[in-house]
């Protein structure tokens, strides 16, 4: 071998190695996500250390050479070659490291220059808490291919330096203290042929494809969570599934066979234009349960993306038709990869700022334009606009959600289906939107009681084949048809007479039940309140449970109900534990809770099934909400003393609970 000319040039090459092994020793920044799949880093981890004993082992001492170092080094071809190898691996060195120094968050402060209420600020600073941990994510993702082949050639560099200059066994590093230690010159083909444990010889190549495939669920993940939080978007799942369990079976099918059902449903689109579908009807004619149904039905098609978002009395924004786009952005992203990258490339240029309305509904339009086959349901639309005293610039929302959703639909194969009373807003919105040059279809169906006839049979069947279990099939069937008539097929007055239904009455006393009862859903309303008002005993706690259910911000639970209402008509709370029921059984519910409140108020499932505590309570329909609101009674001595109200009912109402809440936490025994 021909020796080096200058020594010099010898000892450089140990701060260049130095400098090398520095820089690998930092590339960290894949170690900050946390996935099953460890192979390819441990493997990666293993080349550095061999790199680094290899350094002590032939003589490079930190940034210096040792006098004894290997002879191999005074070579002027072997040096040449090593120092082409360390050229390559700090180029490695820096590649890997490349991103790290833009993890951090360096975007302007929105809320500096812009001004943003409290709710808007708390959401903007939630936002910006991802930003680093989706650099990060973002930054693996974008080199996945480029860190394998990186990494696969950073091991095999350091293979070729233990090959160019073998290890000297006098000089051959303990990999846990450091110490010197005897070695066999070939240990490193044994090293090296010898798979690291859980990384698979025969092909690394899968093992890196698996860690990336874990990585990239965690990374959509926690975009899909950014993206919700952008978009503000609200689930009504719970309320689609109390629908769908409320359903009796082989009830609500024969919408699928109407014609306009079948038209709308179908897959021609006429010159491709969109199709929207209103389904409206008097309230009381099940049409939430009927829209469940109808979710149920699409949900078995293949090859079609499915949104869908139901108002209720429960839901806190109810007042903006707007959250239903929300909503129906985010469940179309959950289910197409390009509308996600859509909406990915949406978030990236808003730095964290919540989406407006405007943002959210220009999102739907690109990706209603982007993605074919959507399909989007509403269910009780007419219902946000019912919250509230609505100022006209909002009155004016109804038309303009409408409008904006017709012009976003507009020239796709989308399709759109509302369900509600027949609301003159959501009328005149499609007929403003539905010119003759409109890039969309409108079809109308108006429910009529017989076309739920049947289905109401089987409600009333089944209620009075419950309560009058001892009675004969033949008076059954009498009183069954009774209540359908009566009740002109209209499912919320058949449940509202279900407690009537007695099986102590005998048949002229039920026959006069079913005949005497209100022939309106308003008076039947009026009766159940006269009930409840003309309880002297229990007045008080029926309308506490009434009002912590029409004004409470989420649904509350029968255990939170149970505590809510010691506070209710007892001046002295700090004996609060003893006045709590001996047990929350099946028997309390009823008796304490359900009764009497005459039939305005049910149980739905809470997180547990099992746990009866733990069902929350809900107003019977939306109708009844908006009479409490008219008939819950004020204190006009209260209203006095808190001058700074308005004389709004609501208001008051709120005002009741609050300061219900603040008694609560003055109990002492609670803390």
Not at 57 to 80: P, R
Request: charged fraction near 25%; aromatic fraction near 8%.
């Amino acid at each position: 071998m021909e020796p080096v000319g200058l020594g010099i040039g010898i000892a450089g090459l140990a701060g260049i190695f130095s400098t090398c092994l520095d820089m690998i020793e930092r590339i960290d920044s894949y170690r900050d996500f946390r996935v099953d799949s460890r192979a390819i880093i441990s493997q990666f981890d293993a080349d550095i250390l061999l790199f680094k004993q290899w350094g002590k082992s032939v003589g490079y001492d930190g940034k210096t050479l040792e006098d004894d170092h290997h002879e191999n080094l005074n070579d002027a071809e072997t040096f040449s070659a090593i120092r082409k190898i360390f050229e390559i691996i700090q180029d490695i060195a820096e590649d890997l490291t490349e991103g790290s120094s833009s993890q951090q968050d360096g975007a302007e402060s929105t809320i500096s220059r812009g001004k943003l209420n409290d709710s808007r600020r708390r959401q903007f600073q939630k936002l910006r808490g991802f930003a680093s941990h989706r650099t990060k994510i973002e930054w693996i993702l974008r080199h996945k291919a480029r860190f394998l082949a990186l990494s696969q050639q950073f091991g095999s560099l350091v293979g070729s330096l233990r090959a160019l200059v073998p290890p000297e066994t006098s000089r051959s590093v303990d990999s846990v203290g450091g110490q010197l230690h005897q070695a066999d010159p070939s240990s490193h083909n044994d090293v090296m042929s010898k798979p690291i444990r859980g990384v698979n010889a025969s092909s690394p190549h899968l093992d890196f494809q698996r860690l990336c495939m874990e990585i990239e669920k965690q990374f959509e993940r926690h975009m899909k969570k950014d993206l919700d939080d952008w978009l503000g978007a609200s689930f009504t799942n719970a309320t689609y599934s109390d629908s769908v369990e409320k359903r009796l079976p082989d009830t609500c099918n024969w919408i699928l066979d109407r014609g306009v059902f079948v038209d709308w449903e179908s897959a021609n689109f006429a010159s491709t234009r969109a199709k929207v579908l209103w389904i409206n009807g008097p309230a009381g004619y099940g049409k939430t349960v009927l829209s469940a149904r109808i979710v149920q039905h699409l949900k078995a098609r293949d090859n079609l993306i499915l949104a869908h978002f139901f108002f209720s009395a429960d839901l806190e924004n109810r007042a903006d038709p707007f959250i239903v786009i929300r909503s129906w952005a985010s469940q179309i992203i959950s289910q197409n990869r390009e509308a996600f990258d859509i909406a990915c490339g949406k978030l990236e240029v808003q730095n964290g700022q919540p989406a407006s309305s405007t943002e959210v509904m220009g999102l739907f339009k690109e990706i209603v334009q982007q993605v074919p086959n959507c399909i989007c349901v509403v269910d009780a639309l007419d219902e946000c606009s019912s919250k509230g005293n609505w100022s006209t610039v909002q009155s004016n929302t109804m038309e303009s959600f409408i409008r904006l959703t017709m012009q976003a639909i507009s020239g796709t194969s989308s399709q759109v289906l509302m369900v509600s009373r027949d609301d003159q807003e959501i009328r005149k919105g499609l007929a403003q939107s539905n010119t003759k040059n409109a890039g969309f279809e409108v079809f109308e169906y108006k429910i009529d009681p017989a076309d739920v006839k049947p289905d109401a049979s089987k409600l009333a069947c089944s209620i009075v084949d419950e309560k009058l279990h001892k009675k004969s099939t033949a008076l059954k069937a009498e009183i069954a048809e009774r209540i359908v008539d009566r009740c002109d097929s209209m499912f919320l007055r058949i449940k509202l007479l279900e407690n009537d239904i007695r099986s102590g009455k005998n048949q002229k006393q039920l026959e006069r039940i079913v005949d005497q009862a209100p022939a309106a859903l308003g008076d039947l309303y009026d009766r159940n309140w006269a009930r409840i008002m003309g309880r002297s005993n229990d007045q008080d706690r029926a309308l506490a449970i009434l009002r912590w259910i029409t004004f409470g911000l989420r649904p509350i639970t029968v255990f939170e109900m149970t505590e809510a209402l010691l506070l209710t008509g007892f001046e002295d709370v700090d004996d609060f534990e003893n006045e709590l029921p001996d047990e929350v059984d099946e028997s309390y519910i009823q008796t304490e809770i359900l009764e009497l409140c005459e039939s305005l108020v049910e149980t739905r499932a809470g997180n547990s099934t099992d746990v009866l505590g733990l069902k929350t309570l809900h107003l019977t329909h939306f109708t009844v909400r908006q009479y409490v609101l008219l008939h819950l009674p004020t204190n006009a001595s209260q209203l006095i003393a808190n001058g700074n109200l308005t004389s709004s009912n609501e208001l008051f109402q709120h005002n009741i609970l609050a300061e219900a809440c603040l008694r609560y936490l003055s109990i002492s025994s609670l803390w």
